[in-house]
T-cell receptor, first 115, second 116 residues
Framework: DAMVIQNPRYQVTQFGKPVTLSCSQT?????MYWYQQKSSQAPKLLFH???????NEADTPDNFQSRRPNTSFCFLDIRSPGLGDAAMYLC??????????????FGPGTRLTVL | AQKVTQAQTEISVVEKEDVTLDCVYE???????LFWYKQPPSGELVFLIR??????QNEISGRYSWNFQKSTSSFNFTITASQVVDSAVYFC?????????????FGEGTQLTVNP
């Protein structure tokens, strides 16, 4: 089945220790998104890639970076995690075609704990 | 600016009851898309429906139905004969269409608990 995969599902890191979250997709979608979701809140878009074009949200902290080495994979790097970065991180993909077809499909998420 | 409001933070029902989740949106766009997603305790956001602004027909899918009313900027979601497995957080979202993909504006979500 075509899907969005996130690894690991649970990640524990130490305050200030860099961490990388991974997302892969078998949908062959052009667009990949990263969201941060804190407890009892709506997902918040951090950035997205349309193919290789990176689109950062204006309020995304510099501490968050992303890489997309190929169509299938996208990584979220947190350079120096703080306690406030503990959250669920959701990856999503969409075809990126004409407006009416662009539905985002989400992966299962990675829950990040910062000690 | 776009905005989605889900006024019901939490709803609790007993199994087999019908339940309606409200969603009200604001946008200046004439073309837009509305979505509902389900987020069970496992965390994954599951796509339920997409509706474009030109199609005001209501939709039914099994026990789920959606009522889109452009005049009141509402896109409500009804679950008929609710089941325990329907317990989840439900998000309504509005899409801002861009050439580089879509940007979703989410509501704050409604936590639905269905008790046996």
């Amino acid at each position: 089945d075509a899907m969005v995969i996130q690894n690991p599902r649970y990640q524990v890191t130490q305050f200030g220790k860099p961490v990388t979250l991974s997302c892969s997709q078998t949908l062959n979608h052009n667009v990949m998104y990263w969201y941060q979701q804190k407890s009892s809140q709506a997902p918040k878009l951090l950035f997205h890639y349309y193919d290789k074009d990176f689109n950062n949200e204006a309020d995304t902290p510099d501490n968050f970076q992303s890489r997309r080495p190929n169509t299938s994979f996208c990584f979220l790097d947190i350079r120096s995690p703080g306690l406030g970065d503990a959250a669920m991180y959701l990856c999503a993909t969409s075809r990126g075609g004409s407006a009416g077809t662009d539905t985002q499909y989400f992966g299962p998420g990675t829950r990040l704990t910062v000690l | 600016a776009q905005k989605v409001t889900q006024a019901q933070t939490e709803i609790s029902v007993v199994e087999k009851e019908d339940v309606t989740l409200d969603c009200v949106y604001e946008t200046r766009d004439t073309t837009y898309y509305l979505f509902w997603y389900k987020q069970p305790p496992s965390g994954e956001l599951v796509f339920l429906i997409r509706r474009n602004s030109f199609d005001e027909q209501n939709e039914i899918s099994g026990r789920y139905s959606w009522n889109f009313q452009k005049s009141t900027s509402s896109f409500n979601f009804t679950i008929t004969a609710s089941q325990v497995v329907d317990s989840a957080v439900y998000f309504c979202a509005l899409s801002e269409m861009e050439t580089s993909g879509s940007r979703l504006t989410f509501g704050e979500g409604t936590q639905l608990t269905v008790n046996p």
